[in-house]
């Protein structure tokens, strides 16, 4: 139901707009996935500042990636205009570089410091040996910095100073964070800094989707919320605009045996009774799986050869069976190692597939020596894709022939190096230093193309606050997911996040969602029995529907394979 003259919260329902136009102090959301967390965020913000006129540049947003980040920008000056500029939206190691940079000379930094590269950390490391201060004081002696320095060194400098720390909670009144379950250690300390105990924080999340605790985060923070921060106020958003009834009634089975949430529920927006069911396929093999994809896909898109791009869709969703396309789909699995028969059976059929892992710019081979070499070669003029066209040339050619340089790439690492490099420089302008630091602190190199005509593959860390009309979640076998080394015992932590991990994957579907396992796979040198995932024992078996089962193939031959 809409009330009249809410403005700018009239896209909201009723409980997003609770959430959204609460007064200030401390303030948790606690939302389950596709219940419009980004949404209700960005129209707080706007909210606070259109209506309530708080100051943009009082208002400072945090989010995890930087993906994220530059979402929420772009929603908030759809919102706001050029008034979203005011606001200091970014990651956390974004906001640490800049209280940091703030504040080096406090931090023991001088003039010209920077941030380390692989290399260079590597070599500090190689000298300070087993002594884990001697890394940190060589480092410094250097006048660099790492990864962690940028939150552990504002936290120090805060920590020393109370009179900084009120300049800071001067300067951002208003703090909003994304992904609060998310949240490690040193991050939480840097919060508890910026935010007074009563202040005007508000942390939005989902316990259930905690993902990252062999990072450091600990879901703990989210969970202590209101003991942590006086008088906190708590809005749920339960009513999810995502997912089919079926689809999320499986979800919300899968995720009960370890819901971090109390009551966890979620209601369907969505209540179409054609709903298709869940399909479930149990696979002879990793082959076999991957030809399952193949012949699902195009019997969704209507036969590969002729199909159509753009009818029957509304609001970029399928409206009408066979109005499939290619970017409507994901395909979902644990580890990278998974892609590789899928992307071979799909490419042999002639679909496009583009891949997203969650590897950061710096760990790709080329770029930690493009990016060293841009630095010697500041003098160079010209713009900096075009510096950056240059440095590749004459990298490319001196690795052409052999030389004495260690650190030797292929002409084509070069190459390749420059083009996830160039599309950067060209977005940021003329600032190498700021191109240095986004490869320094984690831009990541593969940042799916929305547009993109092709099937999406993800890993299921990477699939984190996405959605897509049609989703394969593969590889569901005990094992794999819940991910564990042959014959390791069972942890129940680790259990309870791949479980976590599952319900991520299941809830990114919209319209039509496949979980498939194979009895057989190739893991660690061997072929093995896999046993379907014991997660899909909690979801109901009405749920599913059962895709053709195919006679379990003979094992192929090994040596064949070998040859
Ligand atoms: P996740 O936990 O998976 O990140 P989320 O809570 O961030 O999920 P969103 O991605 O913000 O969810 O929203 C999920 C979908 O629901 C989006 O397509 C969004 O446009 C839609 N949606 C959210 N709120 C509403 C609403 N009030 N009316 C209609 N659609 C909505
Ligand atoms: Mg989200």
Redesign the pocket.
């Known amino acids: 139901m809409e009330e009249v003259g809410t403005g700018l919260l009239d896209?909201?329902?009723a409980m997003?707009r609770v959430a959204a136009s609460a007064p200030g102090g401390p303030l948790l959301i606690v939302?389950?996935?596709?219940?419009?967390?980004?949404?209700t965020l960005t129209h707080r913000i706007a909210y606070l500042c259109a209506e309530l006129g708080i100051f943009p540049e009082r208002c400072l947003a945090i989010t995890f990636t930087r993906r994220a980040a530059e979402e929420l920008r772009v929603r908030l000056s759809g919102l706001l205009g050029d008034a979203a500029e005011d606001i200091t939206v970014g990651t956390f190691h974004a906001v640490g570089l800049t209280i940091l940079a703030e504040n080096a000379k406090a931090a023991g930094l001088s003039p010209g410091w920077r941030i380390a590269d692989d290399a260079e950390r590597d070599a500090v490391r190689e000298q300070a040996g087993d002594d884990a201060t001697a890394y940190g004081k060589l480092l410094r002696q250097r006048n660099l910095v790492d990864l962690d320095d940028l939150l552990t060194l504002p936290v120090a400098v805060l920590r020393e100073d109370p009179a900084l720390v009120q300049q800071y909670r001067d300067r951002w009144r208003w703090i909003f964070v994304d992904e609060y379950q998310d949240v490690d250690e040193v991050q939480y300390e840097l919060l508890r800094l910026l935010s007074p105990a009563d202040g005007n924080l508000c942390a939005i999340g989902?316990p259930d989707?905690a993902i990252y605790s062999f990072r450091g985060a600990d879901v703990g923070y989210f969970l202590r919320f209101s003991q942590d921060f006086t008088d906190a106020r708590l809005v749920r958003?339960t009513r999810n605009?995502?997912s089919s009834a079926p689809i999320l009634a499986a979800a919300v089975q899968a995720i009960a045996p370890s819901s971090l949430v109390r009551g966890r529920r979620l209601d369907p927006?969505r209540l179409d009774p054609e709903a298709p069911l869940v399909g479930r396929y149990r696979a002879g093999s990793a082959a076999d799986e991957a030809d399952f994809v193949v012949r699902t896909v195009d019997e969704l898109v209507g036969g590969l050869s002729h199909r159509s791009l753009d009818s029957g869709r509304v609001d970029g969703r399928a409206v009408v069976p066979g109005a499939v396309s290619f970017s409507d789909i994901a395909v979902l699995y644990r580890t990278d190692a998974q892609s590789g028969p899928i992307v071979a059976a799909l490419s042999r059929a002639g679909v496009p597939v583009q891949k997203r892992s969650h590897n950061r710019l710096r760990d790709h081979a080329g770029v930690q020596v493009l990016a060293r070499e841009l630095r010697h070669a500041d003098g160079l003029g010209g713009s900096l894709a075009a510096r950056v066209k240059l440095t590749a040339q004459v990298l490319a050619q001196r690795y052409a022939a052999p030389t004495l340089d260690a650190e030797q790439l292929a002409p084509e690492d070069i190459w390749a190096a420059a083009d996830l490099l160039t599309p950067l420089a060209q977005r940021i302008g003329d600032d190498l230093p700021r191109l240095l630091q986004e490869i320094a602190t984690g831009a990541e190199v593969d940042a799916l193309d929305p547009r993109a005509e092709a099937v999406n593959l993800l890993t299921l860390h990477a699939a984190?606050?996405l959605?897509f009309p049609v989703v394969f979640l593969v590889g569901c076998e005990d094992g794999l997911l819940p991910l564990r080394w042959p014959g390791a015992a069972a942890d129940a932590e680790q259990t309870a996040e791949e479980r976590r991990l599952f319900f991520v994957g299941l809830?990114?579907a919209q319209d039509r969602l496949y979980v498939t396992h194979a009895a057989r796979r190739f893991r660690h040198g061997s072929e093995r029995e896999q046993a379907p995932t014991p997660f899909l024992d909690a979801i109901d078996a009405g749920l599913f529907e059962r895709m053709g089962d195919t006679v379990p193939s003979r094992p192929r031959d090994r040596q064949l394979r070998l040859l």
């Open positions: 896209r909201l329902d997003q939302a389950g996935p596709g219940t419009g967390k980004t949404r989902d989707q958003l605009y995502r927006a984190k606050g959605e809830t990114r």
